[in-house]
Structure formats: C-alpha cells, structure tokens
C-alpha cells in the first residue's frame, strides 16, 4: 500500500470533517491503527483544525444575555403592576385566583421560552457562521497543503535529476579510460588554464575552464581536436558558464591535442589560428 499516496487523497481531512462514508470511516479507523504513519497525518490534521477553529471563533456580542434577561424582568414585572391584588377569602373568590396564578405562571413560562429562543437562536446563527468560516479555511490549508505537496515534488525531483547527474559525472571523471588533457594558454592569453577530460573508449569529452577572459560581443570560445594535423571542429562553448564543468556537444575517437579558439559567435567550420587562446597535446 503506499501510504503517501493514501495521506494525499484527501480521505483524513474529510474523516476528521464527517464527510464520509461508514465503510470509509471505518476504513481510516482501521489504518490508522495499523501504520503510525496514517495517525501522525490523522491527529496533525486534527490540530490543524482545532488551531483554525480556535482562530476564527466568534463570540457572542457583548451584553446580548444580559439584555435578553433584562427584556423578561421588565415583562413579569408590567405583569405584576397590572394585577389587580384583592385580599378577600370568600370561598367564591379562590378559584379565580388560582386562576390568576395559573396564568402568571404561563406567562413567565412563555417569557423564559421566549427568552432561550432568543439564546438559542443568536447561538445558532454564530455557530453557522463560524462553520463557515471554519469550511473556507479548511479548504485554503488543503489548498495550501497540496501546493506545498507539489513544489516539494517539484524540488526533490529537481534535486533527484541533478544528484543522478553528478553521479554520471563523477564515474566518468573516475573512469581509467578517462584521460585528462591540459590545455595552457598562448600569447594572447598566457595566464588561461583549460582541463579536457577525454575518453577514448565512450568519445565523451568535458571541459573544466580554470582561467579563460570572458568572450567579447558577438564572440564565442570553441573547442577543436587535432586529428592527423588537421582540426576537428567539437562545438563552441556556452557564453555564460553555469556549472564547473561544460559536457562538450560533439564526440572523437581520437585526437592529438585539443585546442580553443575565439571565433565569430555560433562558431566556424575553420578555426582562426591567430585567435588560439589554449593549446595542449594527449
């Protein structure tokens, strides 16, 4: 099973939201109580959520319970002022005060139910508004997650190619077919130092520029190998250097020395010998 891509489909955060099914509930139960790695995303989820909560709570406007409790005083007490109180204790008048009591006792009744549907209701409508609120941020982190989720895979693919590319580089450099070439400047350029790295059996070749000036304007250093006295033309070199090495386009099987030239941007099918910056022999 692989689990990272089981923590990326979304199922924990829609466990945690009760957005599944009873089979897939039980489903993460189940999982999670199998691989650490599934609880940790699980229970890294459940904080995530519980810190947004905490976030984005509302409280109720201040003084709301006190002004709906001051509302139901202010009712019982119009109702006690309009009581008409007769201390008369006929027999005949009882009932009608228990009457009269029956019905306060309705009244205040109604008042504290009207008083908690108030309560309730201002509750009910915060609660909605904060579940929303909470959905919308909610959806930003996995957003956000998946995001991050990406360029992480981004990176390490990045990482992965680069590292592999190294490596090639370095088992050819290690390589006892892989000779290394030293090409020293001339006159023109006396202090320049080139490494060719040559070998026979593959034809690859590299270049490591130690000390080269940098081409002038619509100018561009290339590469030859001498073949029988003759030139071979082996690609030119970038204008601006990225990396220490330069994995040269052409290949050769053979060469006498190898040599740089400063030619016309693009490069030439001849090299110009006046403008022969690096010289040496294998």
């Known amino acids: 099973m692989d689990l990272k891509e089981y923590i990326a489909s979304g199922i924990l955060e829609a466990y945690v939201l009760g957005q599944v099914s009873p089979q897939e509930k039980q489903e993460v139960e189940c ?35 006190e002004k709906v409790l001051s509302k139901v005083y202010e009712k019982i007490d119009q109702d006690q002022k309009d009581e008409i109180i007769e201390h008369d204790f006929t027999a005949e008048k009882k009932p009608a005060s228990n009457n009269k009591d029956q019905k306060n006792t309705w009244k205040l009744m109604a008042a504290a139910f009207f008083a908690l549907f108030l309560i309730a209701t201002v509750v009910f409508i915060n609660t909605r508004s904060d579940n ?29 190619a680069q590292l592999q590319k190294k490596n090639e580089l370095l088992q050819f450099l290690s390589d006892t077919n892989t000779r290394r070439v030293v090409l020293k400047g001339t006159d023109l350029s006396n202090t320049s130092l080139v490494n060719v790295f040559w070998n026979k059996v593959n034809s690859r070749v590299v270049l490591q520029v130690d000390q080269l000036p940098s081409a002038p304007a619509k100018k561009q250093y290339q590469l030859w190998a001498i073949i029988d006295g003759k030139p071979k033309n082996m690609g030119v070199l970038p204008k601006k250097q990225k990396t220490a090495f330069i ?36």
């Open 132 to 160: 929303k609120v909470l959905e919308e941020r909610v959806a930003e982190l996995k957003s956000d997650i998946q995001s991050k989720r990406q360029k992480i895979q981004v990176v390490s693919t990045d990482y992965s």
């Open 31 to 65: 999982l999670s109580s199998i691989y650490p790695a599934i609880d940790e995303a699980l229970q890294d989820f459940q904080i995530s959520l519980e810190k947004v909560a905490d976030q984005n709570a509302v409280t109720p406007p201040e003084g709301l319970k």
């Open 247 to 282: 994995e040269v386009s052409k290949k050769t099987k053979s060469a006498a020395a190898f040599a740089i030239t400063l030619e016309d941007e693009g490069g030439r099918p001849a090299p110009n010998l006046d403008q022969m910056y690096v010289v040496g022999n294998v």
